[in-house]
């Protein structure tokens, strides 16, 4: 199934992942899990390899469909795997995930691999949304996984430090709760919105994730400006946690966009940070995406 080629920097052999390659991929992919991450299943491995994700499936949708290759040792065992894909609306090409043990000759043939298959005279974007792989995981834990940051880096990517991803344990002992709140089920993403509203007027709102494996998502509060200062933001942490908790979660996760510059209020995230921190959720690493052009 697809030519075998080689990686010139490496000389490992790639071909076309294959269905027999199922078990090897899932413990790479495992291999670099991070607290707060559920267990890569057979499942969540189809879904990744037909390109599709219940988190950014919007951006997607978007791309042709994915390829998935691996790399191997002369022996034919597995070593890693790489999947990618271009976006036909601007001719841009993705690296959406890629896994090889942290082991820098693995990582450094992916990599070389995926460039030359795209075509290194396009310009190339690599960990910029989540796939099915992971539970909301939109860019690479630069901290857990240094070697590929470094490949990347080495192979002419840029790399953007755009997310703070946090971690708690349920129940957090503290919190103050909405006194006034409306939940309803929302799809994009699959979970839960709350609102607290004076009268018709939204003041502050969070939504949560459906929690897999016992972990939920946190995936964002917002508090207008008008309404800010007031503590609602607290408020709707103490009851996002106790509702995930609700529906069956241990953990929490969390991801705080906090790449905005400190001194803009309307897009500092400096106090919620502060929030967060106070509350508990330990900082577990920071996500980074990567661009390369030509």
């Known amino acids: ?32 899990r991070i607290t707060g991450q559920p267990e890569t299943t057979s499942a969540m491995l189809a879904e990744a390899l037909a390109g599709r994700s219940p988190i950014d499936s919007g951006w997607w949708a978007e791309l042709d469909a994915p390829v998935t290759d691996v790399v191997h040792d002369p022996a034919g065992t597995v070593l890693g795997v790489v999947s990618y894909a271009v976006r036909p609306s601007d001719d841009t090409g993705f690296v959406l995930w890629l896994h090889g043990h942290e082991a820098p000759a693995v990582v450094g043939a992916l990599i070389d ?19 099915a792989l992971s539970l909301g995981l939109e860019g690479l834990p630069a901290g857990h996984r240094p070697v ?23 129940p957090i002992a503290g919190l103050p709760h909405a006194s006034s709140l409306t939940v309803r089920d929302c ?32 995936w964002w509060i917002s508090v207008t400006p008008a309404a800010r200062g007031r503590g ?7 009851s996002s946690v106790d509702l995930l908790r609700g529906l ?16 803009d209020p309307e897009r500092s ?5 502060r929030m967060y921190d106070r509350a508990g959720l330990a900082q577990v690493d920071r996500l980074f995406s990567f661009s390369r052009r030509p």
């Not at 609602?232 to 103490?238: D, S, T, V």
């Open 187 to 218: 799809e994009e993403p699959p979970g839960k919105r709350l609102e607290m509203r004076d009268g018709g007027e939204l003041l502050a709102e969070a939504t949560i994730g459906r929690p897999v494996a016992g972990i939920g998502v946190l």
């Open 232 to 238: 609602l933001g607290q408020a709707l942490l103490g």
């Open 248 to 263: 069956g979660a241990r953990e929490v996760i969390l991801f705080v966009d906090d790449d905005a510059p400190a001194d």
């Open 1 to 32: 199934m697809g030519s075998v080629t080689t990686g010139p920097a490496t000389g490992l052999p790639a071909r076309r992942y294959e269905a027999g390659d199922e078990a090897a991929v899932l413990s790479l992919a495992n291999a670099d």
């Open 113 to 131: 691999h995926a460039l030359a298959a795209l075509g290194r005279q396009r310009t190339v974007s690599a960990f910029e949304f989540a796939s």
């Open 148 to 170: 590929t940051r470094a490949g990347l880096e080495a192979a002419g990517f840029s790399g953007r430090n755009l997310w703070r991803y946090m971690h708690a344990e349920l």
């Open 269 to 273: 995230r400096a106090a919620a940070n």
